[in-house]
């Protein structure tokens, strides 16, 4: 990512490092991306071309659908009251980045403070795992993160993240699945007792 971009445009309270670790993470290179998820399922949804068609795609399938945007993939429509609030800046490189990265570092927050706000630089990667867990789902601890007060404070930050942990983030994620995460066939538990047919004439 454009190292530039992140000085002008990222949360200052977020390393440089952390920033590119989190939008490699959750993000997307191009910042007309829209994924749109629906009871866990992937919309398609066609590629717009100019920021005017984006943000009409977002309006469009916001009502029922968990729909992110752009660069750094922001849940569109949170804190607003109706999809005509929705503005160009949110698929805006610059814009998008700093909305973003200010999320992400209130989530980082949110996830220290349940920690116990450690000092330790080694601790981070797993905050920062459960923070970008907590990103994906929309939860953290049955909480919405993207709703909840911002706890203040600063976190300790290591330059790096090591690589290998994002993509553990998924192995060391709460059990508990919320609403907005795909389930793997694996991990779903039994809805409906099949036990009884078949079994009995």
Same mark, same amino acid.
């Given at each position: 990512m454009d190292a530039a971009l992140i000085k002008e445009c990222a949360d200052p309270s977020l390393k440089p490092a952390i920033v590119e670790q989190f939008v490699q993470a959750v993000g997307s290179d191009?910042?007309?991306a829209i994924t749109v998820k629906s009871g866990g399922r992937l919309i398609l949804v066609p590629k717009?071309?100019?920021?005017?068609?984006?943000?009409?795609i977002v309006r469009e399938n916001i009502g029922g659908s968990i729909?992110?945007?752009g660069l750094t993939q922001i849940p569109a429509g949170i804190g607003l009251r109706d999809a005509s609030?929705?503005? /160009?800046?949110?698929?805006?490189?610059?814009?998008?980045?700093?909305t973003g990265t200010a999320m992400f570092a209130?989530?980082?927050?949110?996830?220290?403070k349940w920690y116990g706000n450690p000092t330790s630089e080694e601790v981070f990667p797993q905050l920062f795992d459960d923070a /970008?867990?907590?990103?994906?789902?929309?939860k953290f601890e049955g909480e919405s993160v993207f709703r909840a007060e911002d706890p203040g404070g600063a976190v300790v930050q290591r330059s790096e993240v090591e690589a290998e942990t994002v993509d553990n983030a998924e192995d060391d994620a709460p059990t508990e699945m919320p609403e907005e995460t795909p389930i793997k066939p694996?991990?779903?538990g039994i809805r409906i007792d099949l036990t009884r047919i078949g079994g009995q004439k």
């Open positions: 191009d910042p007309l717009p071309k100019t920021p005017e068609e984006a943000i009409e729909v992110r945007v609030e929705l503005k /160009v800046d949110l698929v805006e490189p610059c814009a998008n980045l700093r209130k989530i980082l927050r949110i996830v220290a /970008v867990h907590a990103w994906q789902t929309g694996d991990d779903a």
